[in-house]
């Protein structure tokens, strides 16, 4: 390609110089060289254009596919730093869950130990707490029913052969107040 400048010079020259019919092919041809140097320079504006608006559309294309990026990225680390929130909150909860159930384990074998104890004292004196309560509950006798009660006694002592088999008396009490031994123990 001949660039503008000189084109237009050379157009000049032959311009000036001066043309004659024979020489009119020259002047035609440059002419035709300078339409053919128009067109070419049209259309390079033309592609000049053309590239300058695919590369603006490229550079939208670009910035558009970054925004995208970025807010991909920024919704991904959104949803780790939620993730990570949940994974510290449940690694508490098991901290605190392995807590509780190391005091457990230190907690429910003494409170284990208790109960038996209490239940081992409690069988202890199920029978003291019983054997007072009869004793609480027991009428008391009177004169009249300890002197039936001898009279009984010595009556069944005088049947024969029931001798051997007839406790021996007690001495009376005659206080009724006093504890009482049970036979055979005075």
Same mark, same amino acid.
Not at 56 to 83: C, G, I, N, P, T
Not at 109 to 130: K, R
Not at 143 to 155: C, F, R, S
């Given at each position: 390609? =001949?660039?503008?400048?000189?084109?237009?010079?050379?157009?000049?020259?032959?311009?000036?110089?001066?043309?004659?019919?024979?020489?009119?092919?020259?002047?035609?041809?440059?002419?035709?060289?300078?339409?053919? +140097?128009?067109? +070419?320079?049209?259309?390079?504006?033309?592609?000049?254009?053309?590239?300058?608006?695919?590369?603006?559309?490229?550079?939208?294309?670009?910035?558009?596919?970054?925004?995208?990026?970025?807010?991909? +990225?920024?919704?991904?680390?959104?949803q780790?730093?939620?993730?990570?929130?949940?994974?510290?909150?449940?690694?508490?909860?098991?901290?605190?869950?392995?807590?509780?159930?190391? +005091?457990?384990?230190?907690?429910?074998?003494?409170?284990? /130990?208790?109960?038996?104890?209490?239940?081992? =004292?409690?069988?202890?004196?199920?029978?003291l707490?019983?054997?007072?309560?009869?004793?609480?509950?027991?009428?008391?006798?009177?004169?009249?029913?300890?002197?039936?009660?001898?009279?009984?006694?010595?009556?069944?002592?005088?049947?024969?052969?029931?001798?051997?088999?007839?406790?021996?008396?007690?001495?009376?009490?005659?206080?009724?107040?006093?504890?009482?031994?049970?036979?055979? /123990?005075?």
């Amino acid at each position: 390609m =001949i660039p503008k400048r000189r084109l237009a010079a050379l157009t000049i020259l032959i311009t000036l110089a001066g043309c004659d019919p024979p020489d009119q092919r020259l002047a035609d041809f440059a002419k035709e060289a300078n339409q053919q +140097q128009a067109r +070419q320079s049209e259309q390079v504006a033309r592609q000049s254009r053309e590239i300058a608006s695919a590369a603006h559309d490229l550079v939208e294309q670009d910035a558009a596919a970054r925004r995208e990026l970025l807010e991909a +990225q920024a919704r991904h680390q959104e949803q780790f730093r939620e993730q990570q929130a949940v994974i510290d909150q449940q690694r508490a909860q098991l901290h605190a869950e392995r807590q509780d159930s190391a +005091q457990a384990a230190v907690r429910d074998p003494v409170i284990a /130990q208790a109960v038996i104890a209490a239940a081992l =004292i409690l069988a202890a004196l199920l029978p003291l707490i019983i054997t007072a309560y009869a004793l609480r509950r027991l009428p008391e006798t009177g004169a009249a029913e300890e002197l039936l009660t001898d009279a009984l006694l010595e009556d069944l002592a005088a049947l024969p052969g029931a001798s051997s088999a007839a406790p021996p008396l007690e001495p009376r009490l005659t206080d009724t107040n006093l504890p009482r031994l049970p036979p055979g /123990q005075g």
